[in-house]
């Protein structure tokens, strides 16, 4: 399973980004998928995840900015950034738990690279 991360860059704040995240591979289901991000010298925080069926938590400090979504169809998810903020910088990385077959319901997580995020003031 691979996980390709996509959409950061550098914006200013008060602006918006979309991040994607592409799963491709051999699995049979898609769980959760989750974004995290890693700002310089602090450690990799959870900012929002969606389950499978479609409920959603956010870390405080994104709720009413972020919205986080997927396309089961596409195995994508996405993480829709609004209202950016200097704070908000920092690497952001995918995940997903995926269910491989259907003989077993034991659940694998992986990664994706991480895409920057850079907000300038």
């Known amino acids: 399973v691979q996980l390709q991360a996509s959409g950061g860059g550098l914006v200013q704040a008060g602006g918006s980004l979309r991040l994607s995240c592409a799963a491709s591979?051999?699995?049979?289901?898609?769980?959760?998928m989750g974004w995290y991000r890693q700002a310089p010298g602090k450690q990799r925080e959870l900012v929002a995840r969606?389950?499978?069926?479609?409920?959603?938590t956010y870390v405080d400090s994104v709720k009413g900015r972020f919205t986080i979504s997927r396309d089961n169809a596409k195995n994508t998810g996405y993480l829709q950034m609004n209202s950016l903020k200097p704070e908000d910088t920092g690497v952001y990385y995918c995940?997903?738990?995926?269910?491989?077959?259907?003989?077993?319901?034991?659940?694998?997580?992986?990664w994706g690279q991480g895409t920057q995020v850079t907000v300038s003031s």
């Open positions: 995940n997903t738990d995926v269910i491989l077959t259907g003989r077993s319901l034991n659940e694998y997580r992986y």
């Open positions: 969606i389950d499978s069926g479609g409920n959603t």
């Open positions: 591979g051999s699995f049979f289901s898609i769980m959760a």
